[in-house]
């Protein structure tokens, strides 16, 4: 592990302020609070503990003021041939994050007031035994939906609610793999150095109940396949309204619904379908004028569902094209390796390929010509068709295995939930045999898998 090489300084945040800091992911930096109050979206950092961050760009916001003692480090690592990353401290390299500043304009009393309102509606939800919040965050690319969720979703359970957390930011992945949408329920601290993802991953190494339930739509961009996303989020949508319906303690603490940033002619149908799947009563409009009075206009008919507008925070970071691919193919090394905190080890296996069924979502954009009688290409886009072992579309993929057995008819595939991950990393098609990375030793728990369009080259 890497080791101090200068003496750590520290940082006086008056209240009401916020540090905010940007770290590549080469490079790792630790906080500790000295002295006061402090949170990371809206989880509380404890007093004298070291928190390790690396490839984050975040804030440490103070209501009453704090003083911090930062200590940077620069690292090298390695995976060995058992995989196990091995960290090597390097040089200190005097200087410090990629971007640091101290900032006292943030829109944290306007965030904090949304949520005294939806701990509100929670109260009356309890009181007149109704269902709580249900809201959905929307807005463009980059103006802080994810962080708005953790904040409200942290917020929260700080105050005794065990709120679902749905994710259906696809390129992302903030609880599990990219391409997935996913749904868990928050019964415990959000990881401050990790966000979610180190959540999901250590209560699924520990066989947790609050493991998420996903579905897998296998593409980045919700526009890639309409039918196939509104598919996959009706059957989240209805998995959640019965987690809802059957526990006390969710339905009043509600749900909280991250999106991707569409907001164009197709965004605005996907926004329509996911306030009606999930019954949704609560819209948050984040940083885009425009939006909120496209929302308001359209709901107008929708006296249930109130839209509210709030201010995109001014430390939000624009992430180009390659830190969010850095992201992505982060998020999948975490799902078999996991994080620094929580290590894991998954297991190289040759299988048959003919003891496993791969499927693939049907040509999104086939032309009609090529498709069979009766069939338009809107049905392709919510089917299935079997995929012969083709070495190049199977290899250095991800398959998400399907919670399937073998009674599932071929048209309820992409319906059924995700079992778990497995990578492909060689495949050889003389022997009819794959070499597959899984989480798990031994026999895959089942034999359906749906192979997506993300592809990963292990470091
Ligand atoms: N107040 C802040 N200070 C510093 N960084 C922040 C702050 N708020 C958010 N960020 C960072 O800005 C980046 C973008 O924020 P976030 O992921 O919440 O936006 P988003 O709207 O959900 O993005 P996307 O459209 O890609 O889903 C993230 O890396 C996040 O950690």
């Given amino acids: 592990m890497a080791s101090a090489a200068e003496p750590p300084r520290t940082i006086e945040l008056d209240s009401d302020h916020e540090f905010r800091f940007e770290v590549e992911f080469n490079k790792n930096i630790t906080i500790k609070l000295l002295k006061g109050t402090a949170e990371v979206f809206g989880t509380e950092l404890a007093i004298g503990v070291t928190y390790t961050f690396t490839g984050r760009k975040a804030a440490v916001y103070t209501w009453h003021g704090c003083t ?102 696809t390129s992302e992945g903030s609880i599990t793999m990219p391409g997935t949408v996913s749904a868990t329920n928050i019964s415990t601290i959000i ?128 992430r180009d094209k390659q830190f969010k691919n850095q992201l992505q193919r982060s998020k999948i090394q975490e799902y078999f390796y996991g994080t620094l905190k929580c290590d894991l080890s998954p297991y190289s296996i040759i299988v048959n390929i003919q003891d496993m069924d791969i499927w693939r979502v049907g040509e999104a954009m086939a032309p009609s010509s090529a498709l069979p009688l009766g069939m338009d290409s809107k049905s392709t886009e919510t089917s299935v068709v079997k995929v012969d072992s083709s070495y190049e579309m199977c290899l250095h993929s991800i398959m998400a295995i399907l919670n399937a057995d073998n009674t599932v008819p071929e048209s309820k595939l992409l319906e059924t939930n995700i079992a778990g991950f497995i990578y492909v990393s060689d495949v050889d098609e003389e022997r009819k045999k794959m070499t597959i990375l899984s989480p798990a030793p031994g026999r895959l728990p089942r034999k359906h898998l749906l192979l997506g369009s993300f592809k990963w080259l292990e470091a």
């Fill in 68 to 169: 911090l003692e930062i200590s940077f480090f620069y690292y090298y690592y390695r995976i060995d041939e058992y995989h196990s990353i091995t960290y090597i401290s390097g040089d200190y390299i005097g200087g410090d994050f990629l971007v640091e500043y101290t900032a006292n304009e943030t829109p944290m009393t306007s965030y904090l007031n949304t949520h005294l309102a939806l701990q509100q509606m929670r109260e009356n939800a309890k009181q007149f035994n109704d269902q709580g919040p249900r809201v959905l965050v929307i807005g463009p690319h980059d103006v802080g939906k994810s962080s708005l969720c953790t904040l409200l979703a942290s917020y929260a359970l700080r105050q005794g609610q065990k709120p679902i957390y749905v994710s259906l930011d």
């Fill in 191 to 318: 990881d401050v150095e990790e966000g979610f993802g180190a959540s999901a991953t250590t209560a699924a190494s520990l066989g947790s109940s609050t493991m998420p339930l996903a579905y897998y739509y296998g593409y980045e961009n919700p526009a890639e396949n309409v039918n196939l996303f509104k598919l996959v989020t009706s059957r989240l949508a209805y998995t959640v309204k019965c987690r809802l319906a059957a526990d006390d303690e969710s339905r009043t603490s509600g749900c909280i619904i991250d999106t991707a940033g569409l907001i164009d002619s197709v965004g605005y149908d996907l926004i329509q379908h996911v306030i009606t799947e999930f019954n949704v009563n609560v819209v948050v409009c984040l940083g885009h004028e425009r939006l909120y009075s496209d929302m308001t206009r359209i709901l107008k008919d929708k006296p249930s569902v109130q839209v509210v507008k709030l201010s995109k925070s001014g430390g939000v970071v624009e």
